[in-house]
């Protein structure tokens, strides 16, 4: 179908791409200019964030970047499967939390459990999921002048030969953006009825559980398993390692972690650190149990009608490996440099199939980091250091070193910590740190009204690290990340003499302030 001089709006588009996701021999979507044979600056294989994002950088700076999608819309898995619908179901597992610990109390109406379900919210993503595909498509197209195939797969057939819908393009370079797909574990049981991933769940989920066993210590796991236990599926996590001190998060303050899983437990989760799935147990060919060995050598089932899979994602690199023999390092990604290219010259990758974290700001700034290489620019993009995020019932936020970190590289370490770690203090009782987002806890169940700590050298003065356990604090680690990790840092001083938009989500201002006089400074 050629809609290179159609002007769909988001409606036509989203009708569009509902009937292509509904009908497998759908026919490809084409959005081309009318030159024959052109030999464009870069083909991205792949429309995700990091193909859309780095083809737009290069049509704006005069490149001519072509887009393949297998799926008919751009954006890839995140809007589709993967962080759209995990962020709204971690926004109503807070709105949950708030509802079922002040049920009956205040304003709030006794909470009724038969209305908090899994499945009715899988329904409303699947509903509106569609509003972000024809946004981007129509974006990409009529404000971006990208042009894109959709609803093709690519074949690669040498670094600069690509085919799809049955025509064949040629380009200057590759860039490889195909994702990544979930990994499961290597039980057996997993083929029965009742098991999901993060991608079958809102795909084809067809029941409410009601006792769910999460395989796997990840994000994802924590992510999920926070809303099934909020919607009232009783929820065991089974990690082979304890929750945040996995390989894939970095700086996890060990005060920050013991708050977010003992609130997790708090909320009757029930956590098995250390513990190794044996098997995937059924009846009738329906999951009825899991098999675990515990941390203390003991063997158990766990009763369940829900497994829920959360062991990580793999890049999608075995044709591209085939075609152009790409090297793939120990970790399962392709391997590429700073510059984003990999061992065959003309070919990059990016987004999800490289090392690093699978987050969206190094999909996005990996692709515009190949794009501005392909255009003649000496970038590179280093992503050893990032802020961090999760959420549970809470908004989970830190960047930089750890208090453990901290001391270990430094003389002199100071911290500034809320509710203040002072013995005798009664800190469980104490209404702080009364912060945007958690004033009814702070006033009504003040142990669960979050957490919050900096890390400070106590020598230059130099903010090390930040870690915030509440609300609404997100948005400003990311310009935490930015001050801190510039040339000249970010001291105390400078942080306590910002302007505070009082009642701020975290108090990081405001403490630095009390103590930036001191010249030599100390605990608070």
């Given at each position: 179908m050629d809609i290179r001089d159609q002007?769909?709006?988001?409606?036509?588009?989203?009708?569009?791409i509902e009937q292509s996701l509904a009908d497998p021999d759908s026919e490809p979507l084409f959005n081309l200019e009318r030159d024959e044979n052109p030999v464009y600056d870069a083909i991205f294989v792949g429309g995700g964030a990091g193909g859309r994002f780095g083809s737009a950088y290069m049509k704006a700076m005069g490149g001519r970047p072509l887009i393949i999608d297998a799926w008919p819309f751009l954006g890839g898995s995140c809007p589709h499967q993967a962080c759209v619908p995990h962020h709204l179901f971690s926004e109503a597992a807070e709105e949950l939390d708030r509802m079922r610990w002040f049920s009956d109390e205040l304003f709030f109406p006794k909470f009724d459990a038969s209305r908090a379900n899994i499945l009715d919210l899988v329904k409303l993503f699947l509903a509106g999921r569609g509003s972000a595909h024809a946004f981007m498509n129509w974006q990409t197209k009529e404000q971006l002048d990208v042009e894109y195939i959709l609803n093709a797969r690519a074949t690669i057939i040498d670094k600069n030969t690509v085919t799809a819908a049955g025509r064949t393009f040629r380009a200057r370079n590759l860039v490889l953006g195909m994702g990544a797909r979930p990994v499961n574990p290597d039980i057996p049981g997993l083929d029965l009825r009742g098991v999901y991933d993060f991608v079958s769940l809102v795909e084809d989920l067809d029941y409410e559980p009601t006792k769910c066993v999460i395989?796997?210590?990840?994000?994802?796991?924590?992510?999920y398993g926070s809303f099934f236990q909020a919607t009232g599926c009783d929820t065991t996590i089974v990690s082979r390692s304890p929750l945040m001190r996995t390989k894939a998060l970095h700086h996890v303050d060990e005060d920050l972690r013991q708050y977010v899983v003992g609130g997790m437990r708090k909320r009757g989760m029930t956590i098995l650190e250390e513990a190794v799935p044996i098997s995937v147990n059924g009846t009738n060919g329906t999951v009825s149990s899991v098999t675990v060995r515990l941390a203390s050598g003991e063997q158990v089932d766990l009763e369940t009608d829900f497994v829920f899979l959360g062991t990580g994602e793999r890049p999608n690199f075995a044709q591209a490996q085939e075609a152009l023999g790409i090297e793939v390092g120990p970790t399962g990604r392709v391997v590429a440099n700073k510059r984003m290219q990999t061992n065959v010259p003309g070919v990059y990758a990016i987004g999800d199939m490289i090392d690093g974290p699978m987050e969206m700001f190094k999909a996005r700034k990996s692709g515009v980091t190949a794009a501005r290489n392909i255009m003649g620019e000496d970038l590179e993009f280093d992503f050893t250091e990032f802020p961090d995020f999760l959420h549970t019932t809470y908004e989970v936020t830190w960047v930089g070193l750890t208090e453990a970190e901290a001391r270990a590289a430094h003389d002199e370490v100071i911290i500034i910590q809320m509710p203040p770690y002072v013995e005798g203090l009664d800190t469980p009782n104490l209404p702080l740190p009364c912060a945007e987002g958690t004033m009814l806890y702070a006033f009504s169940k003040p142990e669960l009204s979050g957490f919050q700590k900096l890390v400070v050298d106590g020598e230059t003065r130099k903010v090390l690290g930040a870690h915030h356990v509440g609300y609404g604090a997100k948005d400003a680690f990311q310009y935490l990340?930015?001050?801190i990790h510039r040339p000249e840092g970010l001291t105390?001083?400078?942080?306590?003499?910002?302007n505070e938009l009082f009642l701020n989500p975290e108090h990081f201002v405001q403490l630095s302030r009390l103590r930036a006089g001191k010249a030599k400074l100390v605990h608070l």
């Open positions: 002007h769909l709006n988001l409606g036509e588009w989203n009708e569009l395989i796997g210590g990840s994000k994802v796991a924590m992510e990340d930015h001050l105390i001083d400078s942080l306590g003499w910002m």
